[in-house]
């Protein structure tokens, strides 16, 4: 069940509306009478495929209590100071106020408004009071605001709260309170100001995991080199280089749960970084000397406690398992999960992958899990929690 108030913001709900349809779910919307000034019922009907639900539907089929006991979460967004101060005080004076007094379901609000009604004591108060009674408030971005201002107050992207809405409806929130530590994406080992060594890791495999622990419940750091990570809702810590990655790394150890060492760090760097551009010579051959990179995953093996679960992956283009093993033996870790990056599907830049699941406990069985990231991602978890 979406509601819509009359914040300017609702001109992106339109979008939204169709991923939650591309996502598989049903929605039906609720439109406060100012909010038809900023999106027409018309858009949104077409979209959501059922007619919207107005003041003017507020009657005898009882519609707030129908709609409220169909819904699996009730999301309002963009939600206005207005209504905000009608929900925290148990006001019920149109369909969707009325609608939201007889949820039982979770609910997501995300308050929109410019940074000097945000900051108004009386908007903070209600804040309060719904987050007290358990009402998931998402916080505002700060950015630019759509009257011109920037500051405190934009609402998410579409696409950020479809991963609140999916993060209320995972089935599992197994993972609530647990820290988790992902590092995710390639490194660049700079050679001169302009040229580095890298490999086509794009972070997908990490950020997965990352994305799926969070939908669980979890709080979630991620240490990525130079990829774009959706950050919604994550800590994300941006490197460049695998000292910089075994830098953040030990500095977020002692917080982590759970580390999830997905990046795919170079193992050699350049052992003379020039200052300026390498010209091109007279030679035909250029020669750059390597060393190597510090292996951050049997840094981590060396200090862990031993209640912290450290999980490696193997990108391998032969011997898979006994390469495998060897690595989870040498760096200490619990798992490791085993993928063959030349396999068709798979590994490096793809949204699929197979792996297998290797345990450090023999008695426990190697599992094979292949699908696409996000969804073998939750598998995953589900096996390393399952201990
Ligand atoms: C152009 C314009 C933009 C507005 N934008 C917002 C907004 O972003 N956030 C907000 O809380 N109120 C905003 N308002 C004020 C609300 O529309 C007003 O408080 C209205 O009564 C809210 O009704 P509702 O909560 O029933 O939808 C805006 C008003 C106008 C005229």
Redesign the pocket.
Known sequence: MLGI?????AYKIPSLVRLIKKAGCEVEIIM????S??VTPMTLSTLSGHEVWRDKDFDFRIPHIKLSQWAEVLVIA?C????LA?LAHGIAD?LLTSAFSAAKCPVIIFP???ER?YDNPSTRENIRILSERNIHIAEPLTGAL??GDSGKGRMPEPEEIMHEIFRSLCPLHDMAGKHVLVTAGPTHEYIDPVRYISNPSTGKMGASMARTAWYRGADVRVIAGPVEIDSYGLDVIHVKSASDMLNAVMNNLEWSDYIIKAAAVGDYRAKEIHERKIKRGDKDTLTVELIQNPDIAAEIGKVKRENQILVGFAAETDDIESNARLKLERKNLDYILANDVLAENSGFASDMNTIRLIPRDESKPEKIISGLKNEIAYDIWSEIIAG
């Open positions: 108030t009359g914040g300017i913001a406060t009478e100012a909010s000034n900023f963009p206005t100071a207005n209504t009608k149109n929109a408004m410019n009604m759509a009257c």
